[in-house]
């Protein structure tokens, strides 16, 4: 199936809670445009499970990225319900444009890839990203930091420079270092999504056999992989207990994302303690 030729989203109605949403970050910021090749991605880690099925399987059948308020799932925090924290979020940044809708209305997350990665804006969240399309840069709201950090600086496509120039001058973890992007409106897998991009260690596999079912192109980038070796120098990066996880769960001396992933779907495993693993790959990784 060819996504380019799926017809591009009309703009949000100026009655929305999309374009209420748009028009109230637009009056809070200021800035120049953002060069127009950018683009958003969501990453996010492909093995997963959502509800019982692979997450692959899931967004295949149904076409379309969901929210956390709609999946009760996420790679960070999970606080999206009614006073959770990501709703207090939502509102105050939104101007309170969701506070009465529906959670299949609500923005979905990610980040502007105004590094060009091949890992995508933000690996922090998984090994994966759908690349979205110019069309959807159009239809999205920016933060620095983090919309967790109660950020004081916001964008839209037309002003998000300073929001750029903030993440590039920031000296701190590079995984924490990426312009939050939220997208309003459904984001489409067969008319939002220009690829699906892969970590090369799940070729081969389900997840590939999944990915190919999905109606937009596969790509793979670099590939990430992290010696044992190199793991335990980092004892200090999210603490040593999550070293030694790594240690135990690692394959003939090395981490990849299909070793984690094996290890989160077992069940043996805390989930948030394989997440800070995630984490030492993500930022100690090399290509393959």
Known sequence: MDVHAAPAPAAPATGSPQGQALRHVAALSAGSPLDPALRVTLNFHPDRELHG????????????????????????????????????????IFGGAYDEAAAQERPVYGALDFR??????????????????AQALRRATFCYPDSFYEPEAFGVA????????????????????????????????????????????????????????????????PGLRLAVDELRRHGDYRGQEFVDLGAEIAEHGFLDPRIIGDAARGGRYDQQALKKVWHCLARFGSPV
Request: proline letters at 6%; charged letters at 25%.
């Open 116 to 133: 060009r990665s091949p890992l995508g804006a933000a690996p922090r969240f998984g090994s994966a990203y759908f690349r979205l399309t």
């Open 158 to 221: 037309a002003t998000a420079t300073t929001l750029v120039e903030l993440a590039a001058a920031d000296e701190q973890d590079a995984l924490n270092v990426y312009v939050e992007a939220q997208v309003h409106g459904q984001v489409l897998l067969e008319r939002d999504v220009d690829a699906l991009v892969l970590d090369p260690c799940y070729r081969g596999t389900a997840v590939e056999d999944d990915a190919r079912r999905l109606p937009c192109p596969l790509a793979w980038h």
């Open 53 to 92: 099925r692979p997450i692959l399987v899931a967004l295949a059948e149904d076409g379309v990225y969901h929210s956390q308020f709609v999946t009760g799932t996420s790679n960070g925090g999970l606080t999206a319900h009614p006073d959770g924290d990501r709703w207090r979020w939502e509102s105050r």
